[in-house]
């Protein structure tokens, strides 16, 4: 392709302004568009069109965008309809993470994916960081492409491209809430996933297109419907909070823990027709008073306080014997209820062959195999000294940014306000810090600290380094993993119950939350998965497996 360059053109948006887009490189021909504000409340809208002309004399008439003042229009010789709609999409996203601008746009039609076109690399990285460069120039835009990247609001933005079964599903999921708004009985959709697959991403896009519909008057079906999506994850509400401040029917108090949710639909405060539940192997399975939680299930409660629920589960990332779930007990709950069932297998955050996935979870069926020779451009790698991998992930956090050093909940932590510290061989840091509005992994000063399960479940990290603490031994006689409850410190993740009956074997569950907690971290990492152990024997397996002796 011949190099051209992006042309940026800004226009008052008016109708006199308008009438003089009447030069070759506008008429008909594809372009995308930008239309905002800078005031008080600065407002956005993005646009692709290939008239342009007419396209801005309908914005014009449209009482929403009566207060955009900015016409601004990109344009390029080498454009076509497939790039300017891929570079629509990308500056969307973009623009959520960035946060400068509440966007206007509304819900892309579930069938609008983002294809592969002729040179889709050439648009969809040069052209567009060109693009994005030249807007950063103009002050319409701050952060840099490869910050905003790093964000979480980015990495599960309403907007972001999904794949083949991702539409499949937003579609099914869109068709059932449809069909079943009316019934007179419960509707529940059922959605299986593990670690990486890509439930937020949907669910946070199925969602947004839930309440556009909600305030579309021409949805005969959802419109006016009081909607919600629940999470019992305090980092992952701030995630969706964040969204919600610049799309235009997203709002704060959509987002909410189950137990608040509970609560004030039982005092009257509120209802809710469609209720979407992201990680919902995190609900409680039991009463919890000192979370302020007097019912017996969060799922029973939620399902039978909507008219239609949506649920996002995987059964290998319950971490608290409160939460004990399994599919069992879900068909239990949901006796009655309408249900449909969805699983998503592709795996979308680890970027890495089959034999990366495979072996993290071989390990975490407590077997050690050879750890793979060729895992192409995604790094695995076990260390003796805790200090040694903390210096990789420093310096990968340097070159990749989001790098972070997570462990296993086998160190003492208190809810005072008082710092706690993890130390093992060559490393000391502070372990398990949660108070702050902004997500643990996106603070710079957390290079410095540990993560646990519960600031990271759910996100991403470029590379992790996994401390596996005192509880993840070996077993030389049987050559597995060898788990030692008894040194896992996260003591409310094994509190009982006097008034909870016990359905399950509480020894080998203690065991199976402990492993799922290695599970969930394993698989943070997009690029690298380092490995400490703490357990002498551990180590030695591990370094076994690294040199293929096993």
């Not at 959802?222 to 799309?247: C, D, P």
């Amino acid at each position: 392709m011949e190099e051209k360059n992006v042309e940026i053109s800004t226009y008052q948006f008016n109708k006199n302004s308008i009438s003089e887009l009447s030069s070759a490189k506008f008429n008909n021909y594809p372009v995308v568009y930008i239309l905002h504000n800078d005031k008080n409340k600065a407002r956005a809208y993005i646009g692709e069109t290939v008239q342009i002309r007419n396209r801005l004399n309908s914005h014009i008439k449209d009482k929403a965008k009566k207060n955009l003042d900015t016409a601004v229009i990109v344009s390029h010789a080498h454009f076509n309809q497939s790039a300017t709609y891929n570079i629509e999409t990308n500056l969307i996203n973009y623009f959520i993470a960035d946060q400068k601008y509440e966007l206007l746009n509304k819900s892309q039609i579930t069938s609008a994916v983002t294809h592969n076109y002729y040179e889709k690399p050439k648009y969809n990285q040069d052209i567009f960081k060109e693009l994005w460069e030249k807007l950063r120039e103009d002050k319409l835009v701050d952060g840099t492409l490869e910050y905003l990247q790093n964000k979480d609001i980015f990495k599960i933005s309403p907007y972001k491209e999904l794949s083949e079964s991702q539409i499949e599903l937003k579609e099914n999921i869109l068709e059932f809430c449809k069909a079943n708004i009316n019934n007179d009985k419960p509707s529940v959709y059922f959605i299986k996933g593990e670690a990486g697959t890509g439930k937020s991403v949907v669910l946070s896009s199925t969602f947004n297109a839930i309440q556009d519909l909600a305030n579309d008057k021409e949805s005969e079906s959802l419109y006016g419907t009081e909607n919600h999506l629940l999470v019992n994850h305090q980092e992952m509400i701030k995630t969706y909070e964040a969204i919600s401040e610049s799309l235009p029917n997203l709002k704060k108090k959509n987002f909410l823990k189950p137990t608040t949710f509970i609560n004030r639909v039982n005092d009257g405060k509120m209802k809710s027709d469609i209720t979407f539940v992201d990680e919902a192997h995190l609900l409680l399975s039991r009463e919890d008073a000192y979370n302020n939680y007097r019912g017996d299930n969060h799922l029973h409660d939620i399902i039978h306080s909507s008219k239609v629920t949506i649920i996002v589960f995987d059964e290998k990332q319950f971490l608290k014997l409160k939460s004990y779930w399994t599919e069992d007990l879900f068909k239990k709950i949901t006796k009655g209820a309408k249900v449909e069932t969805f699983e998503l297998t592709d795996q979308f955050r680890i970027q890495a062959d089959d034999s990366v996935v495979n072996w993290i979870d071989n390990f975490v069926d407590k077997k050690i195999t050879s750890i793979p020779s060729e895992t192409g451009d995604y790094e695995l790698k076990v260390f003796d000294n805790a200090g040694e991998m903390f210096k990789e992930i420093e310096k990968k956090d340097k070159e990749h940014t989001l790098s972070r050093i997570v462990a296993t909940f086998d160190y003492e932590h208190k809810k005072d306000g008082g710092d706690y510290y993890v130390e093992e061989i060559g490393f000391k840091g502070v372990w398990n810090t949660t108070n702050n509005k902004r997500t643990w992994a996106e603070r710079a000063e957390t290079i410095n600290e540990v993560g646990s399960i519960y600031t990271i479940q759910g996100f991403d990290l470029n590379y992790v380094g996994v401390i596996l603490g005192p509880s993840v031994s070996y077993n030389e006689q049987t050559k597995e993993l060898e788990i030692l409850p008894q040194n896992y410190k996260d003591t409310e993740a094994f509190r009982g119950s006097s008034k909870q009956k016990v359905e399950y074997n509480v020894g080998s569950t203690k065991e199976k939350i402990i492993l799922n907690s290695i599970n969930v971290l394993m698989k943070r990492g997009v690029k690298g998965l380092y490995i400490y152990a703490s357990d002498e024997k551990l180590r030695k397996a591990l370094n076994k497996a690294q040199r293929g002796e096993i």
